[in-house]
């Protein structure tokens, strides 16, 4: 019998006569979009599960990036990282605001914080830092430097959900935080994405901007752009909300196997859990030492590949290889070594909640020779 395809994710699926019965409600209503019932408790409920004071849920997860930098009215040049999804930086480049690289730590993929301070110039008004793989950022450090020199901090949240730090939510660090709710994380509205903030005023500033501006029937009090998530994937996400924490823990058991799978292999490497944390396990890298393991990381990729089994070169290329950062001052390689070793040396191996042991079986088996 030919193998199976086995996928790099697998999105988490509300049971679909749940979602029904939820989808004839809003038939029923009539109401579809513009801040309806179930919109307004996805909101509450996310908050609470997430133990943050405020959310404000998006269409996707690029538009709060985008909004978080209109509402602190950010310009000038934003300190943020090459080892990330490009998201993270073209919200920055349609702001108008120039990307300035620095290098990242390589025991966590994470922005390094004492490579921020010496990027920082007159035009610097904000740190725009990446939770790799969901790996909290030494967020002390970097709000310490934030304070220092006046700046504000947005986190890219996006492969973050649910992570905790000593029981703190790691979403309430810096001024905002956003999420991604596309179909590829733990937790998924189809697309999606939203904002955390710390107060109700920011709150409402953010609600406005998100819908044209709009803060009354007559009023508009800034260039806002459509960006609300609908009814029906505010029902979807409610649903999911239900399951996302037996899926985490799944996902956990993945991680487990893998470690135990790959803990004596040369030439492969993985990260551990962090002390204190409680992770998500959105994604389980390793990293291929092609001279230890005898095989470069492309090769192994391509085996793999060949063999049915789809990982993911994630980030590869780095953000500051791309035609449109690639000439920046700070995109030099010299100025990125560890962000480009981890690049060039890393497979995030399939992880999703319903990878079975004959999967992990197979994919071991590729990997350990």
Known sequence: MEDKLITVTSPLLPNLDEFHSLLKEIWNSKWITNNGSFHKRLESELASYLKVP????????????????????ITGEVITT??????????????????????????????????IEAAITPKTTAIMPVHVYGKPCDTKRIQEIANKYGLKVIYDAAHAFGV?????????????????FHATKVYNTIEGGALVMHDEETKKRIDYLKNFGFAGETEVVAPGINSKMDEMRAAYGLLNLRQVYAAIESRHQVAIKYREGLRDVDGISFMEDMPGVKHNYSYFPIFVDAEKYGMTRDELYFKMKDAKVLGRRYFYPLISEFATYCGLPSSSRENLPNAHKMADSVICLPMHHELGDEEIKRILELIVV
């Open 82 to 115: 090459p080892y990330s999804f490009v998201a993270t930086t073209h919200a920055l480049w349609w702001n108008g605001i120039k990307p300035v690289f620095v290098d990242i730590d390589l025991q966590t993929g994470n922005i390094d914080p004492d490579k």
């Open 54 to 73: 405020f959310v404000s849920l998006f269409t996707n997860g690029t538009l709060p990036l985008i909004t978080a930098l209109q509402a602190l009215r």
């Open 164 to 180: 905790e730090v000593n029981g703190e939510s790691v979403l309430n660090a810096g001024d905002m935080s956003t999420l991604s």
